[in-house]
């Protein structure tokens, strides 16, 4: 009989290492899945000795709250509590499932008046109704970021957007240009195909919205190379602005556009005096002579690939 026991509790002992294996194992899948691997391309957020990394994905929407949220003329607090909020509902990823009907970003819900599936798991809608709400919330830049996102989200777990607050923090500071170069992003290998500076235009027009910037095109002045690959974005600010607003806004295009470099086929993007490449991306931001002058005048050039 003890014999028995014995061989059964061996059996129980080897079924629990194997289960402990394979859930070791999925999790590592889901991990690769999620970060894209080791030498995946990555993007990170660098100030006051912090950094946070994420996904060209969550970095491509990041951007994208960030830039709606510069749009309506929002402080970097409400951008902090909206990436906070997506960190928690969707990991900063447009997914299609969640808990019931709910959808994209915010986890948003077709069936509580959020909008249709279509709208919802659109970035820049569901990125606009989430501020649409929270603008709202009577002082909500002075309340602590979990009760703010609670008043509009309505979770069930609530203080679950706190542990988000610091990445978020960062990443805004990145994203809307207060910390200058802070943004970067490292890029795959090109693939061959050409980039359109007309979908970089549309991007910025569609993302920023009102406040999108004037845009003009330019040729890179390289021998052979295809004339208007440049995006030219002046930065410019009004009178009653503080003086680093046009510097300020400046890296905050900037880092947009690193942020969707993959996405739009983007090789150079130069402002400040400086330029990150996606030949030299794993450099982030390194001084450039080339424009230099024209940076210094409050210029962000976008170059796509040829």
């Known amino acids: 009989m003890s014999r028995i ?15 402990a294996v394979l859930l070791a194992l999925v999790g590592y899948v889901v991990a ?29 929407n990041a951007a994208t709250i960030s830039a709606v949220g510069s749009a309506r003329g ?17 990991g900063l990823r447009n997914i299609h499932h969640g808990d019931r009907d709910s959808l994209g970003l915010f986890q948003q819900r077709p069936t509580q008046g959020w909008g249709t599936a279509r709208q919802i798991t659109d970035p820049v809608y569901a990125s606009g109704r989430f501020y649409d709400h929270l603008v709202r919330v009577p002082g909500y830049s002075r309340l602590p970021l979990t009760v703010a996102a609670q008043k509009v989200q309505r979770s069930g777990f609530p203080q679950a957007y706190a542990k988000h607050e610091p990445d978020a923090s960062l990443l ?3 994203l809307t240009g207060r910390a200058a170069g802070a943004f970067s992003c490292t890029k795959s290998p090109d693939d061959g195909k050409a980039g359109d500076p007309v ?17 003009t095109m330019a040729d890179t002045g390289r021998a052979g ?8 974005v002046p930065v410019r600010a009004d009178r009653e602005a503080a003086p680093d607003e046009p510097a300020r806004r400046g890296w905050e295009l900037a880092s947009w556009a690193v942020a969707h470099a993959a996405e739009l086929r983007i090789e150079r993007v130069s402002f400040g005096g400086r ?31 040829r």
Do not use: H
Not at 5 to 19: K, S, Y
Not at 203 to 214: D, I, N, V, Y
Not at 225 to 232: C, D, E, L, N
């Open 5 to 19: 026991i014995v061989t059964r509790r061996g059996r129980l002992l080897r079924t629990v290492a194997a289960c």
């Open 32 to 60: 690769q899945l999620v970060t894209g691997g080791p030498g995946a391309p990555r993007c990170v957020v660098r100030a006051n000795g912090e950094s946070y990394s994420l996904s060209p994905e969550q970095a491509v």
């Open 74 to 90: 929002l402080p970097e607090r409400a951008v902090t509590i909206a990436l906070a909020t997506a960190m928690q509902e969707s």
């Open 172 to 174: 805004a500071s990145g």
């Open 199 to 215: 979908a970089v235009r549309a991007k910025l027009a569609r993302e920023f919205g009102s406040g999108a910037p004037a845009t």
């Open 225 to 232: 190379a295809v004339a208007s690959r440049t995006v030219v």
């Open 275 to 305: 330029a990150w490449t996606a030949e030299d991306s794993a450099d982030g931001w390194r001084a450039s002579g080339r424009e230099a002058a024209g940076d210094a005048a409050g210029t962000v050039r976008i170059t796509t690939v």
